[in-house]
């Protein structure tokens, strides 16, 4: 499970005009990149353009790429009672998708199961073989918390909390399990949040009965089971109902490097914070009233956080990881600028590490990397480009993901999951 932090470029698009010929596959082909920002910008240009089937079906994605659930689930709902012909199996089992990832964001487990079992009842035929996996995996994870209560989140003042840097440069922040204090890691990039099957039997946390794929790092595949914690502690913030991947110890011990994983806080529980600021001295400040801003710079793809950058004079979208201690660019980078990254980087051989264990991979080094975050300018000593998918048969959908190297350039971060934005002082 890999871990990164984000930053993104604000970026003034230009109208765009979308001719009713046409209009809708490029719609789709912003959708299958995962551009959301062009996508967002495209339906506010020509509202008028589309017809209302084809705006709600847009919109609901949009919705839930920028967090916004519930509104997601609305216009979900209403392109699904209004809809046209002209749209295909497929189609639908997207919009039903987005559904089920604005229910379970919402912790709202019950719904997103029911709507699992609605794709595998009604459309499992139009789905490829990885397809069907992926959902028959997600009813595997929803359907044992159906009936556990929504996570929630109990904040009365600003919260300041002094984090450590591991060996490895990847930030770790104290939290409580009753009276027992332990150390994790605060990742962004983790989809869920994380324990070792020996770390979940001793703080207590409730084994749920199910097992399920978990793709890890690399691509590996871990088979792991789901657990509950009734509370955490997070510098005096109380999170309840917690969600928990819990993994054999083995797939997080890494004993040639001298470094075990207990837990990982993940995505589920970093989001519901709503606003964290993160110093180059290792403090998490998490304020208790967001501060809204237009910026809107941070989609997510599912649970993966997406951010907008500059480099190569080109604008491109990357994953933010704070768990990743490198920034990597991927396959879609390489492609692009595949006579630039031959000339001029140094083909080697690396390993990579994370949940799942370690994997070798060819890489090319390119050095001192500029890039550029919004307004901030700055240069990374070295970025790997992988130019080969992550996972095999899987295409990468973004250019790179952007690592702690990021974060290292600044003062200050901050993330805010309800106006969507990171920003760097």
């Known amino acids: 499970m890999s871990i990164y932090k984000y930053q993104i470029i604000l970026v003034v698009f230009l109208s765009f005009y979308l001719p009713a010929k046409g209009g809708q596959e490029q719609l789709r082909n912003w959708y299958a990149q995962a551009d959301y920002f ?47 012909g002209g749209w ?34 009604n459309y499992s035929q139009a789905l490829s073989a990885n397809e069907l996996a992926s959902i028959e995996n997600s009813y595997n994870i929803y359907n044992p918390l159906a009936n556990i209560p929504p996570q929630a989140v109990e904040q009365t003042a600003d919260a300041l909390i002094r984090m450590h840097s591991n060996m490895y440069g990847l930030l770790e922040v104290p939290v409580s399990f009753g009276k027992q204090d332990e150390t994790f890691l605060f990742d962004t990039g983790a989809n869920m949040s994380v324990l070792t099957e020996s770390y979940a039997e001793k703080l207590g946390v409730k084994k749920l009965n199910t097992s399920f794929k978990v793709s890890a790092s690399q691509g590996k595949i871990v088979q792991s089971d789901l657990g509950v914690a009734d509370s955490l502690n997070l510098g005096g913030i109380i999170i309840r109902n917690v969600v928990f991947i819990i993994m054999p110890d083995t797939k997080l011990d890494f004993p040639k490097a001298g470094f075990r994983i207990r837990g990982i806080l993940g995505f589920p529980v970093i989001s519901a914070l709503k606003e964290v600021h993160i110093f180059k001295d290792s403090l998490l400040q998490i304020r208790l009233t967001p501060k809204p801003t237009n ?131």
């Open 38 to 84: 062009h996508l967002r910008d495209a339906l506010k240009t020509n509202a008028y353009e589309l017809s209302t089937d084809v705006r709600l079906y847009y919109e609901a994605i949009t919705e839930n790429a920028f967090n916004r659930n519930t509104q997601a689930i609305q216009k979900a709902d209403s392109f699904l009672k209004l809809k046209a």
């Open 88 to 121: 295909n199996d497929i189609d639908i089992v997207q919009i039903l998708e987005v559904k089920m990832d604005s229910y379970a964001k919402l912790y709202q487990y019950k719904k997103a199961a029911n709507i699992c079992g609605k794709i595998l009842d």
């Open 295 to 425: 910026l809107n710079n941070m989609v997510l793809r599912g649970l993966f956080p997406i951010v907008q950058a500059q480099t190569a004079n080109d604008t491109m979208i990357f994953q933010f990881d704070t768990g990743a201690t490198q920034t990597d660019f991927y396959s879609p980078f390489y492609e692009k600028y595949k006579d630039a990254v031959l000339a001029n980087g140094t083909k080697m051989r690396k390993v990579f590490g994370g949940a799942g264990g370690n994997k070798t991979i060819k890489v090319y080094e390119l050095r001192n990397v500029k890039m550029r975050i919004g307004s901030n300018e700055f240069v990374l000593p070295a970025v790997n480009v992988i130019p080969e998918p992550l996972r095999e048969g899987r295409p990468d959908f973004t250019y790179g993901n952007l690592g702690h190297d990021v974060v290292a350039q600044f003062k200050e971060m901050i993330i805010n999951f309800e106006s969507m934005y990171l920003d760097f002082n």
